[in-house]
């Protein structure tokens, strides 16, 4: 399956706005533009990265808590982290 130039822009707006990254949202808002996707509907493509954004910081918020509740001891089974150090 392929998708379609529309299709792929409106995610890609989604997805910008999902990982805070400004500069490929004002690409991709200018490229659905182009593409003839209306203002409606890039801001809803918009809302939806908005609410996948706030659900992802609501259970990193969840996860912190309880790493506080138990004083930073992370019980998963190894300490190899996640590569950001």
């Known amino acids: ?36 996707i209306t203002e409606p509907e890039i801001n809803e493509a918009i809302q939806v990265g908005r609410t996948v954004r706030k659900g992802a910081a609501y259970k990193m918020d969840q996860f912190v808590s309880n790493l506080m509740d138990d004083k930073l001891i992370v019980s998963h089974g190894g300490d190899e982290g996640c590569g950001c150090r």
């Open 1 to 36: 399956m392929t998708f379609d130039k529309r299709t792929v822009k409106l995610i890609a707006l989604g997805a910008s706005v999902a990982v805070n990254c400004h500069p490929c949202l004002q690409f991709h808002v200018n490229e659905a533009l182009e593409v003839g």
